[in-house]
């Protein structure tokens, strides 16, 4: 497998190691082009149960938040054998909450930093792409890879949705045999990274042929609960166990990248003591470290009061109309992680809006596929490659 290189780094790699990806890179002097490639080195063979696609690491520029561009990381797997006339066709695989801090998004680095509590069979999803003839890639997203780059803007669709067309690209440019043709799946923080993927992409990746979007359990209108929040307000019970992680990974995130909003403003003193804490953590230590805390005793100000609810719905709100290829929603009406019925809010704004989308409901936990969603899948991704595939010029 060879080794690309496309900017002069001072790190030679000539073989990947688990012990080796951990190793946080220093961030390159000089950017490039968002979706240039950085560099490329094979995965140890086996990464991920793969045994019929060949995995590297990719190091390549992204959009980050305010126009910057930054250096970021994720996997690519493509399909043993000779790929079709038209080229291998992309499946963009956005992943699950997994933390705040470099190392923790865990597609660089998938067996070192097995963080990602609430992804349900991940590596059996990629292996079923893969087998499919779908060449595979996987972002770790801004600040989660092998650059540190600060605190990782969770939730932020715009950077999760650059990470993943940027990812797309950069991987297009070292592989001829790529096609043009490609679509985006994701679960929890990815399903709402995929859906902000698949709009982004309309305007942002013409060139491209996108054909669609499956999002699984996306965490979808959650910040319409921002406003209830306030001094004094108990951790929902229903929503406790799992969801104070998520509220304090938001809060983190916006005010790393949002400094306009001066979220510490909205803070108590533990409330800052406890985002100064995390920003560099994998969640389950963000687990542990808000274990026993409540929502009310980390608030000064009703999160009511702006700037904060405008700045947080344009921060992670999921788009509700603009996509312009199919929508598959598999949600779980049991999900106590997402509430479900911020996922039928989801359902009725997108219905209102005429977007082609298809929903198969599921009784199980948070990210958890029945053979319903299954065959749903298999039957999404197998119109993709029926239908005529776009070159890969």
Aim: negative net charge; glycine residues 10%; proline residues 9%.
């Amino acid at each position: 497998m060879r080794v690309v290189h496309t900017c002069q780094r001072a790190v030679a790699v000539v073989t990947l190691s688990v012990g080796a990806a951990l190793l946080m890179h220093t961030v390159p002097a000089h950017a490039e082009t968002p979706g240039t490639l950085i560099a490329e080195y094979p995965l140890p063979e086996g990464t991920r149960g793969m045994s019929n696609a060949d995995g590297t690491v990719i190091e390549y520029w992204m959009r980050g938040s305010h126009g910057t561009t930054q250096p970021a990381s994720g996997a690519l797997y493509i399909p043993a054998g000779t790929p079709p006339p038209s080229g291998w066709p992309i499946i963009a695989y956005d992943h699950g909450t997994s933390g705040l801090g470099p190392g923790c998004g865990g597609q660089s680095d998938p067996l070192a930093h097995p963080a990602q509590t609430i992804a349900r069979d991940e590596d059996a999803l990629l292996q079923y792409l893969a087998s499919r003839g779908f060449a595979v890639v996987a972002p770790d997203y801004l600040g989660l890879g092998l650059f540190d780059t600060g605190t990782h803007p969770y939730l932020g669709i715009d950077t999760e949705a650059t990470a993943t067309i940027d990812l797309v690209r950069a991987v297009r440019s070292a592989h001829p045999e790529l096609s043009r043709t490609w679509a985006v799946i994701g679960a929890s923080q990815g399903g709402q990274a995929a859906l902000g993927t698949g709009h982004l992409q309309v305007t942002d990746a013409p060139d491209l042929d996108f054909r669609g979007t499956i999002a699984i359990d996306p965490e979808s209108d959650v910040e319409k609960l921002a406003s209830l929040f306030g001094p004094g307000t108990p951790t929902p019970p229903a929503i406790a166990d799992g969801f104070m992680d998520l509220f304090v990974s938001i809060l983190a995130g916006l005010r790393a990248t949002r400094p306009e909003v001066s979220v510490d403003q909205y803070l108590t003193p533990e409330g800052r003591s406890v985002l100064d804490s995390v920003g560099a953590m994998c969640t389950p230590q963000i687990m542990d470290r808000v274990r026993g805390l409540s929502i009310g005793n980390m608030l000064a100000r009703p999160l009511s009061v702006e700037p904060m609810p405008a700045a947080v719905d344009a921060y992670m709100a999921v788009p509700t109309g603009g996509y312009n290829a199919p929508i598959l929603l598999c949600i779980n009406v049991t999900d106590a992680i997402v509430p479900s019925p911020l996922h039928g809010v989801l359902v009725a704004q997108l219905a209102a809006a005429g977007v082609d989308f298809q929903t198969v409901l599921g009784t199980g936990e948070h990210t958890q596929l029945n053979p319903q969603m299954w065959t749903a899948i298999e039957q999404f991704v197998a119109r993709i490659q029926s239908s005529p595939a776009s070159g890969n010029p």
